[in-house]
C-alpha cells in the first residue's frame, strides 16, 4: 500500500510504501472483538467489595438462648437478614476478569485496526517531528498543522519508533491527543483514536516488534 508522506509543516514530500501483511489485511469484526474484549477486560480493577457474614466484624455470641424466648432462632447479629449484617450476592475482591488470548490473534488484529485505519484514510504518515524545545506550544503548532489533512478531528495518535522525551512533554497538556511508541500499540488503542499519525520509522519498529 502506498501513501502520502508529508513533513511536519503538513507539506507533501513524497510517498510511502507501508507493508501489505500490516496495512492491507482484510478486515475480521469477529476476530478483532474478541481481541478488544479480552484488553478491555485485562484493564478492568477489581475495587467493589462487600463483606459477607464471615468478614463483618462482631456477632460472634449468639443474641439469646435458642429456646425460651419466643423470639425466632439467631446465631449471629451479623446474619444477612439483620441490619449490619453481612451481605449475601454482593460483589467481591475475589473476582477474576482476566481473559487469556494468544500473541498470533492479537498481532492479527492489531494489523487489521491498522489497514482499517489505512482504508478509512484516517493513517496519516510523517517523515519525522523535531522539536528544539520540550514546550506544549510547538507540539500544538505541528498538531494543528497536521489536523488540516484531515477530515475528522476529534482524537490523535502519535505513533513513534521509540518515545522521544521532548514529545513526550510537550504532548502531555493537550487534549484529545496521545504519543506511544510502536512496540506497545495494541488494538484496544488503535481503536480509541479516530485518527492515527505514524512517524516514518516507526514502520521498521512495527516489523521488527509484530512480524517475527
Known amino acids: 500500500m502506498e501513501l502520502p508522506l508529508y513533513n511536519q509543516k503538513a ?5 510511502v510504501d507501508l507493508p501489505d501483511g500490516i496495512f492491507n489485511l482484510k478486515m475480521n469484526e469477529d476476530l478483532v472483538h474478541q481481541v478488544v474484549t479480552s484488553q478491555r477486560s485485562n484493564k478492568r480493577q477489581v475495587i467493589a467489595h462487600a463483606k459477607g457474614r464471615s468478614e463483618v466484624r462482631g456477632g460472634g455470641k449468639k443474641p439469646w438462648k435458642q429456646k425460651g424466648t419466643g423470639r425466632a432462632r439467631v446465631g449471629s447479629i451479623r446474619s444477612p437478614i439483620w441490619r ?15 481473559k487469556k488470548i494468544n500473541k498470533k490473534m492479537a498481532r492479527k488484529a492489531l494489523f487489521m485496526v491498522l489497514s482499517s485505519k489505512a482504508k478509512d484514510n484516517q493513517l496519516f504518515v510523517l517523515d519525522n517531528i523535531i522539536l528544539e524545545n ?9 498538531l ?6 484531515m477530515a475528522k478531528k476529534p482524537t490523535t495518535l502519535l505513533i513513534l519508533p521509540s518515545m522521544d522525551e521532548k514529545i513526550k512533554r510537550s504532548s502531555k497538556n493537550l487534549p484529545n491527543f496521545t504519543a506511544v511508541e510502536a512496540r506497545n500499540l495494541s488494538p484496544l488503542e488503535v481503536l480509541s483514536y479516530k485518527n492515527l499519525v505514524l512517524v516514518k520509522d516507526s514502520i521498521d519498529a512495527l516489523n521488527k516488534t509484530f512480524k517475527k
Open 11 to 15: 507539506e507533501n514530500i513524497g510517498k
Open 134 to 142: 520540550p514546550k506544549t506550544k510547538e507540539m500544538a503548532v505541528i
Open 84 to 98: 449490619g449484617g453481612g451481605v449475601t450476592g454482593g460483589p467481591t475482591k475475589e473476582r477474576n476478569f482476566k
Open 144 to 149: 494543528k498543522n497536521i489536523s488540516s489533512l
